[in-house]
């Protein structure tokens, strides 16, 4: 079981910065896959950015180049750091963890949201 909380959403005006943060309730070490994804009003649910336990990682391509993905294994946190943000990054972001283990499978898990609204 993986709790999943994340922080630092709020509002910010067109081509600020934002720092999410999402803390696991156990070494991220050992999960496979922990990403951001982000759900806009009357959209579905997106991937914005993941990164395995290898270092890999994998943005949407609205955020190449704009947001950045990384981990701290030793605080059990990932982050995203988000730089010019546009109006169309407005959405509930969601931190998402997938760990595969050998007794039950795959298992997904996700933390509660934090909204992010960029306006001026």
């Known amino acids: 079981q993986v709790q999943l909380v994340e922080s630092g959403g709020g509002l910010v005006q067109p081509g600020g910065s934002l720092r999410l943060s999402c803390a696991a309730s156990?070494?991220?070490?050992?999960?496979?896959?922990m990403g951001w994804y982000r759900q806009a009003p009357g959209k579905q649910r997106e991937l914005v950015a993941d990164i395995t336990n290898d270092e890999a990682t994998n943005y949407a391509d609205s955020v190449k180049g704009r947001f950045t993905i990384s981990r701290d294994n030793a605080k059990n946190t990932v982050y995203l750091e988000m730089n010019s943000l546009k109006p169309e990054d407005t959405a509930i972001y969601y931190c998402?963890?997938?760990?595969?283990?050998?007794?039950?499978?795959?298992?997904?898990?996700w933390g509660q949201g934090t909204q992010v609204t960029v306006s001026s």
């Open positions: 156990r070494s991220i070490f050992s999960i496979n896959v």
């Open positions: 998402n963890a997938a760990v595969i283990t050998l007794l039950s499978g795959l298992n997904i898990y």
